[in-house]
């Protein structure tokens, strides 16, 4: 167990459908960052969020948006989706800038059919 | 933008043979990350590095770092089944930018 709780681990849904996944980061860990790994893509940044501030953003989809919370924990928003948001999505986060580098959740696997 | 590479991107090896897997990266960074991923699974930390000639190991494997070559490498020593796995390197740019952008991963498979 790594400290990064992600759920839920698998996620099934239909085309144009919204879903929330969430991410609590490790205990002490101010950064929350989300990733999605596919096949065609590999593993790209999606946004980064610190102490509730969103800090940096990556190639995210305007159907996509995040916040973190108070309690920092992280919920990402999948909306109007589409077969190729089929992905594993991962949170990963961090105590301060990454210098003592990245832990990453189990990641939530979600099939669009 | 950011560009990593590794290579190569599939290595299938013999167990108690050695090899080595390489991550170039396109920008001045100081910041690399060496991380095991077994299919379907989590992304598991495996080396920090944070400045040129940062030099890791744990068990069979060994991280190194050179900064003005962009360079890092990935040695493993004596391969075992166990270290079977999907590899991948990812750099930052530095305080204020911490996302991490990924290489393609090495697919190392371990031939009894």
């Known amino acids: 167990d790594s400290g990064v709780t992600q759920t839920p681990k698998h996620l099934i849904t239909a085309t144009g459908q919204r879903v929330t996944l969430r991410c609590s980061p490790r205990s002490g860990d101010l950064s929350v960052y989300w990733y999605q790994q596919s096949l065609d893509q590999g593993l790209q940044f999606l946004i980064q969020y610190y102490n509730g501030e969103e800090r940096a953003k990556g190639n995210i989809l305007e159907r996509f948006s995040a916040q973190q919370f108070p309690d920092l924990h992280s919920e990402l928003n999948l909306s109007s989706l589409e077969l190729g948001d089929s992905a594993l999505y991962f949170c990963?986060?961090?105590?301060?800038?990454?210098?003592?580098?990245?832990?990453f959740g189990s990641g939530t696997r979600l099939t669009v059919v | 933008e950011l560009k990593v590479e590794q290579n190569p991107l599939f290595l299938s090896m013999q167990e108690g043979k050695n090899y080595t897997i390489y991550c170039n990266y396109s920008t001045t960074s100081d910041r690399l990350y060496w991380y095991r991923q077994d299919p379907g699974k989590s992304l598991e930390s495996l080396f920090v590095l944070l400045s040129n000639g940062a030099v890791k190991q744990e068990g069979r494997l060994m991280a190194s770092l050179d900064t003005k070559a962009r360079l890092s490498t990935l040695h493993i020593t004596a391969a075992v089944h166990d270290l079977s796995a999907t590899y991948f390197c990812?750099?930052?740019?530095?305080?204020?930018?911490?996302?991490?952008?990924f290489g393609t991963g090495t697919r190392l498979t371990i031939i009894p």
């Open positions: 990812a750099v930052d740019m530095n305080f204020g930018n911490e996302k991490l952008t």
């Open positions: 990963a986060s961090s105590v301060d800038r990454g210098q003592y580098g990245y832990t």
